[in-house]
């Protein structure tokens, strides 16, 4: 069966599609929103531990700033819709933010469903038209514009915009269908590998810490003597290696790296104390608490299991007492702490990403409109792209700026 012509038909309803299709609806033009899934918005429900990381509470430049030199390519989806518009969206829609101590930007009710509701009310205000349950199985170009088939149906649009996410949480149907459709059109397609994804190392002690959070962890991710990566912020030790914002945010340079058992996660326990000052608290601390155990004289400043971990690691038994505590001892202890490196084995994969780096080059789309260089009236926006950022609500703010110009774009 064909279906009516649609000045635009948008693929993907997800955080960057849903706004895509709300917009160019908003603009007066006949959209219809494709959706593979029984419902949309499935990751975004999923996203945050469920609460939805909207964005982060800073300025377009510091959006810009935290994806690196790839941020420039935001520039434009951030003049169209800045990170005041997008917190405004959802205050407007009845959705209260709260800002909490690291940056980040929450729905006051914690709940990501009030957030993916506020979108679905916002659009179907717009007049645009949802479908679920009809995955895109063909797109073809066909004069005046493209040919989308699905199971159900073949459509007609004037202009297309993907918006298909990448290969991060594959359950919630992101699996990477975008690529090929992208590639059929002569698009580079930069390799999908998983971002802002747990590390797993070779240690067997690490599981015996599952469940221990340190809050303030500097880790770098070493290539012999080279850093590849480094961050700073909470840890999370699991039953597989580590997890947590700080280590989400330098994986990338693991499942980036073509041998990634090669690597070595150094990590720095207080890096807010330099090692002079901690031997010298050390040698004062034992002195005077002679008849405790080290590991209790430890956890004033690191957890109590996670100090007691670390000490066979500075050849010192889990057991010591402080006393006689001589200086070649202190020296591994504070070693151990500031220096404590642990072999890296891989990433937990795109099963446990949060994001996907790689995707449509972004050499071949232009920035100030979200159009493809290569088969005009085909537009791009969301994590299809080759743009990744940081943990903090950052991808959630490239998702809604890139799918607001893209609708905007195609509706001109």
């Given amino acids: 069966m064909t279906d009516a012509v649609w000045d635009v038909v948008v693929v993907g309803a997800g955080a960057a599609g849903l706004l895509a299709a709300t917009r160019a609806a908003e603009l007066g033009r006949h959209v219809l929103l494709l959706e593979k899934n029984r419902r949309p918005g499935v990751k975004i429900l999923m996203s945050g531990g469920t609460r939805c ?76 038209t949802l479908a679920t349950e009809q ?17 159900h149906r073949v459509v007609s649009a ?19 269908d975008g690529y090929a459709l992208a590639a059929a059109f002569g698009h580079s397609i930069i390799p999908p590998r ?14 015996s810490l599952r469940g221990v959070t340190v809050p303030d ?40 790296h073509d041998s990634p058992r090669t690597l070595k996660l150094e ?21 005077v608490e002679g008849r405790k155990l080290l590991a209790a004289v430890l956890a004033s400043r690191i957890p109590r299991r996670l100090a007691e971990a670390v000490m066979p ?28 490196s642990l072999s890296v084995t891989g990433t937990l994969g795109f099963g446990k990403a949060e994001v996907t780096a790689g995707g449509v080059s972004l050499d071949e789309v232009d920035s100030r409109t979200m159009q493809s260089k290569k088969m005009p009236g085909l537009y791009f926006a969301g994590e299809i792209l080759d743009l990744d950022g940081p943990i903090g609500g950052y991808n959630f703010q490239a998702a809604w700026s890139t799918g607001w110009l893209a609708g905007q774009s195609a509706a001109e």
């Fill in 194 to 207: 998983p971002a802002l994804v747990p590390i797993t190392v070779a240690e067997p002690w690490i599981g």
């Fill in 313 to 340: 690691v500075a050849n010192l038994a889990a057991d010591r007492k402080s006393a006689a505590l001589s200086k070649p001892d202190r020296q591994r202890l504070v070693a151990a702490i500031k220096h404590l």
């Fill in 135 to 151: 995955p895109l199985t063909a797109l073809a170009a066909r004069e005046p514009g493209f040919a989308l088939t699905t199971p």
């Fill in 53 to 128: 990381n909207i964005t982060h509470a800073t300025d377009n430049r510091g959006i810009v700033a935290a994806y690196g030199p790839p941020g420039r390519f935001l520039h434009s989806a951030l003049a169209a819709l800045s990170v005041h518009d997008s917190i405004a969206l959802f205050e407007t829609e009845g959705v209260a933010t709260k800002i909490e101590e690291t940056g980040k930007i929450f729905p006051v009710s914690n709940k990501a469903a009030d957030v993916l509701e506020a979108l679905l009310r916002r659009l179907h205000r717009s007049g645009a």
């Fill in 217 to 256: 962890v500097n880790v770098r991710v070493m290539e012999g003597n080279r850093a590849l990566a480094s961050a700073t912020g909470s840890l999370l030790f699991a039953h597989f290696g580590l997890s947590g914002p700080v280590i989400l945010d330098v994986s990338r340079a693991v499942s980036g």
């Fill in 158 to 176: 004037r202009c297309v915009i993907l918006t298909t996410g990448g290969q991060s949480y594959p359950g919630s149907g992101t699996t990477g």
């Fill in 267 to 287: 990590l720095d326990l207080l890096p807010g104390l330099k090692e002079t000052a901690l031997d010298e608290s050390l040698r004062v601390e034992t002195a």
